[in-house]
């Protein structure tokens, strides 16, 4: 028969595994996120390398450069940051996140410019591409207006959710940093895309590649319903902006009007 003492052990253990997952489950959701994005993009870019150096794709534009350090530098904050509190040092973190709130404008901004210079920059290689490229011009166009879709969903939400963030930061720290990991997922299609292995219904539609990312957040997510036994504040804000930009992307998605709007606006 188990005595007071062994209940009390038995409590007092339970205590400390949670809380140490409380601490830590946002590190590794950190992680998850950065281990997809490093597993979409490094293969992803290689290729790319090896097809320049055949002249089988456009140059590479020095903004993608940019839009690259940026990226890398946001997810290097964001496990700094959430290693910071699961280690208790608060006051460091707080200072670190003043770079956040600049870091992420200028992503966005250098992410939106980068869609129109791409574009562009391919329609002048192609000009003189071999003749069996430049006979797959259109459908290349064709494919950079529906992802300017994504783009332009993943910026505006990515800084809707960012800015929430940074504003709950000192009233609501819960969703703060529950936000601030959920706007970076946001951005995952384009990592998910790139993993050709993965099933997706490219380029007919961009609904899959929207999808896979709630894998990566899920353990966050059931974590905080076990421990909480409530929908967290910051999930609801997260679908209130995710849930409708999916939607609007997918119904808009390879449209005539928005093919007119899109490519008049890349290659215009």
């Known amino acids: 028969m188990a005595t007071v003492s062994d209940r009390h052990l038995g ?35 290689l290729m790319k ?42 006051a460091l973190h707080m200072q670190l996140g003043v770079i956040g709130m600049f870091l992420a404008p200028a992503l966005v901004i250098v992410g939106v410019m980068l869609v129109q210079v ?3 920059t391919y329609l002048e290689w192609v000009a003189t591409a071999p003749p069996e490229l430049q ?15 994504i783009q332009f969903r993943t910026g505006i939400t990515f800084l ?30 384009a990592a998910f895309n790139r993993m050709t292995w993965l099933p ?26 076990y421990r909480h036994g409530a929908l967290q504040r910051a999930y609801v804000i997260w679908a209130a902006w995710f849930v409708p930009g999916v939607v609007i992307i997918t119904l808009a998605w390879n449209t005539p009007g928005w093919q007119s709007w899109a490519r008049g606006f890349l290659y215009g």
């Open 160 to 189: 809707a959710l960012v800015w929430i963030a940074l504003r709950a930061r000192r009233s609501d720290s819960a969703t703060h940093k529950r936000l601030l990991i959920l706007a970076t997922s946001v951005p995952l299609s």
């Open 49 to 90: 390398l090896g097809l320049l150096a055949e002249n089988k794709r456009a140059p590479i534009p020095a903004m993608m450069h940019v839009h690259a350090v940026l990226m890398g530098s946001w997810m290097l904050l964001l496990l700094t940051q959430t290693t910071l509190m699961a280690t208790g040092r608060k």
């Open 200 to 225: 997706s219904n490219m380029p007919d539609s961009p609904l899959l590649g929207e999808v896979w990312h709630l894998f990566l957040i899920a353990p966050m997510f059931s974590w905080d319903w």
């Open 118 to 120: 791409n574009a562009r």
């Open 135 to 149: 006979a797959k011009a259109d459908a290349q166009m064709q494919r950079s207006a529906n992802i300017m879709l």
């Open 11 to 45: 409590t007092h253990a339970d205590d400390q595994w949670k809380a140490l997952v409380d601490r830590w489950i946002f590190v590794f959701t950190a992680a998850l996120i950065t281990t997809a994005v490093l597993v979409g993009f490094v293969p992803d870019s």
